[in-house]
């Protein structure tokens, strides 16, 4: 139930952000969207306001350190819904 309960949401999210999200994945009963620094806003909006997600605590704010790439580090912000006790992942 919950696999489809995140499936769901999964589609409701690429509906409304497709020119936004880069990529969505789900692993380990969670979603990670990956973005471009400059939808951020946007996206951390909707997922905090629209009556489906209701993503309203951010629970942590990590940095990654690729050194071998050019673009060098990635950060990984994790939401959590009380409401529907979920997760998500956002990428930049």
Same mark, same amino acid.
Not at 68 to 81: A, G, Q
């Given at each position: 139930m919950l696999l489809k309960n995140i499936q769901e949401l999964e589609k @409701?999210?690429?509906?409304?952000?497709? /020119?936004k999200i880069k990529k969505s994945t789900i692993? %380990? $009963?969670e979603i990670l969207i990956e973005t471009e620094v400059d $939808? &951020?806003? $946007? @996206? @951390?909006? %909707? &997922? =905090? /306001?629209n009556d489906e997600c209701k993503f309203k605590q951010l629970i942590d704010i990590v940095g990654i350190d690729y050194p071998? =790439?050019?673009?060098?580090?990635?950060?990984?912000? &994790?939401?959590? /819904?009380h409401e529907n006790n979920l997760r998500i992942k956002v990428s930049i």
């Open positions: @409701i999210i690429n509906s409304e952000l497709t /020119s692993a %380990f $009963n $939808n &951020l806003p $946007n @996206i @951390i909006q %909707f &997922l =905090k /306001s071998e =790439k050019d673009k060098r580090f990635t950060l990984v912000y &994790l939401f959590l /819904s």
